[in-house]
């Protein structure tokens, strides 16, 4: 059974920095494309961040482009994001997601297995 579980979120203040964790079980995460993903209510899932499985290079939202950087520990098989000078517009629940795919893609219906979510809010 496939479970990814993610931690890290919390109340920072803008300028701040967080580190979100998603520990997977039942699966190798090396071999599969991880995404990250946050949803404020009222608005569709929205793509932040992802580390290919091929080769371990990595995309970004342009919103955060510069400020978050997603990274793997295989040993752990764990993928962790670094979210940096935060602001109060990335408040929203963040969500980790593994996709089959080569490429980890801003596309929310190609990814296989998500994790329940970590608050995230940013004041002003």
């Known amino acids: 059974q496939v479970q990814l579980v993610e931690s890290g979120g919390g109340l920072v203040q803008a300028g701040g920095s967080l580190r979100l964790s998603c520990a997977a079980s039942?699966?190798?995460?090396?071999?599969?494309?991880m995404g990250w993903f946050r949803q404020v209510p009222g608005k569709e899932r929205e793509f932040v961040a992802a580390?290919?499985?091929?080769?371990?290079?990595?995309t970004y939202a342009n919103s955060v482009k510069g400020r978050f950087t997603i990274s793997r520990d295989n040993a752990k098989n764990t993928v962790s994001l670094q979210m940096n000078s935060l602001k109060p517009g990335d408040t929203a629940v963040y969500y980790c997601?593994?996709?089959?795919?080569?490429?980890?893609?801003?596309?929310?219906?190609?990814?296989?297995?998500w994790g329940q979510g970590t608050q995230v809010t940013v004041s002003s």
């Open positions: 997601a593994s996709s089959t795919e080569l490429y980890g893609s801003s596309r929310s219906n190609l990814y296989d297995y």
């Open positions: 580390i290919h499985r091929n080769d371990g290079s990595t």
């Open positions: 039942g699966l190798t995460l090396s071999r599969n494309s």
